[in-house]
């Protein structure tokens, strides 16, 4: 069945430097949906991305989408804070279910 | 609009019992998913209803079980609990089909003892 890997797993920053998460599945998505879980928190919607090669930015955060629509990154510019959490990439082919990846634990030491 | 709602929030459950959760999606949503999320699995895929057909499924056991009714509203089952069965269940509801925002509810921790 459909497989999505997001690594790393784990990822600890110093507060100002970039972060970077990584998906790939193993068949070709529909589209891919990131999301944002806070601790003891529930995943919160964060961008939706369809187009084969698409980029779409939301302030200090970069959605890429590979041209092969079987990969995705996230990628945060000057981390901060407020940015600690865990981030979901999800993919989903066509009608079938949603397929979440493990989720990158983002930590910042201040 | 009311964002998901699931009850209860927190419940203590002895193994061999079975527990039932709800869940009311936003108003207008028809799609409805569940989900269980444990620090070492990630979020796992339960099931899917829309307008009260189950449309898909994940790897669970048949103790995992659902239902949605009329008024989209959900319910999740799990008997004969087992401790690995301590989670929390996050349900999900959507506009439309595939491919829509899935807004998530606060969860419901179960803690099997």
């Known amino acids: 069945g459909q497989q999505v890997m997001q690594i790393p797993q784990y990822q600890h920053v110093q507060e100002g430097e970039d972060f970077t998460t990584y998906c790939n599945s193993s068949?070709?998505?529909?589209?891919i949906q990131w999301y944002k879980q806070r601790p003891g928190g529930h995943p919160v919607f964060l961008i939706q991305?369809?187009?084969?090669?698409e980029v779409k930015k939301q302030k200090r955060l970069t959605f890429q989408f590979g041209e092969a629509k079987k990969n995705s990154s996230l990628h945060i510019t000057a981390t901060q804070t407020t940015d600690v959490g865990t981030y979901f990439c999800?993919?989903?082919?066509?009608?079938?279910?949603?397929?979440f990846g493990q989720g990158t634990r983002l930590t910042i030491n201040p | 609009k009311a964002g998901v709602t699931q009850t209860p929030r927190y419940l203590i459950k002895t193994r061999g019992q079975q527990v039932t959760l709800s869940c009311s999606p936003i108003?207008?949503?028809?799609?409805v998913s569940w989900y269980q999320q444990t620090p070492g699995q990630g979020l796992q895929f339960l099931f899917e209803?829309?307008?009260?057909?189950?449309?898909n499924k994940g790897n669970f056991p048949g103790r995992f079980s659902g239902r949605q009714f009329s008024n989209s509203r959900s319910e999740m089952n799990v008997s004969t609990l087992e401790l690995g069965d301590s989670a929390l269940y996050l349900c999900?509801?959507?506009?439309?089909?595939?491919?829509?925002?899935?807004?998530f509810g606060e969860g419901s921790w179960l803690t099997v003892v």
């Open positions: 999900a509801s959507r506009e439309g089909d595939v491919g829509n925002t899935i807004y």
């Open positions: 068949t070709t998505l529909s589209n």
């Open positions: 991305l369809v187009k084969s090669g």
């Open positions: 999800a993919g989903s082919q066509g009608a079938q279910k949603l397929v």
């Open positions: 108003s207008g949503h028809r799609s």
């Open positions: 209803y829309f307008s009260e057909t189950q449309r």
